[in-house]
Nanobody, 126 residues
Framework: QVQLVESGGGLVQAGGSLRLSCAASGRTSNNYVMGWFRQAPGKEREFVAAISRSGGRTSYADSVKGRFTISRDNGKNTVYLQMSSLKSEDTAVYYC???????????????????WGQGTQVTVSS
């Protein structure tokens, strides 16, 4: 069992930056693919970014490419999402997710992930 706790959300003006963190605890190892998803009010949860277990492969939603960067520090069991040039449409609850992976893959579908954090709110004011 893995527990995930997100932090770093908050209120920011359009054009600003935030860095989200996701700390994993419990049965942690390097064999987890990690992802970030978000859900805005009245909308379905959507994929944002994912990173392979070593960090060698990443994937991004088209809407955040060039603005967001996902990274991980396996020594600290933590995944990060650096968000820049934020827009009002980035406002959502951001969720961290994890799933066991024995090879270098990224996963972009929420149903592929077994473990989820509680989410952190990001609000971008225009």
């Amino acid at each position: 069992q893995v527990q995930l706790v997100e932090s770093g959300g908050g209120l920011v003006q359009a054009g600003g930056s935030l860095r989200l963190s996701c700390a994993a605890s419990g049965r942690t190892s390097n064999n987890y693919v990690m992802g970030w998803f978000r859900q805005a009010p009245g909308k379905e949860r959507e994929f944002v970014a994912a990173i392979s277990r070593s960090g060698g492969r990443t994937s991004y939603a088209d809407s955040v490419k060039g603005r967001f960067t996902i990274s991980r520090d396996n020594g600290k069991n933590t995944v990060y999402l650096q968000m820049s040039s934020l827009k009002s449409e980035d406002t959502a609850v951001y969720y961290c997710a994890a799933d066991i992976a024995w090879i270098e893959v990224v996963r972009t579908t929420s149903r592929d992930y077994d473990y989820w954090g509680q989410g952190t709110q990001v609000t971008v004011s225009s």
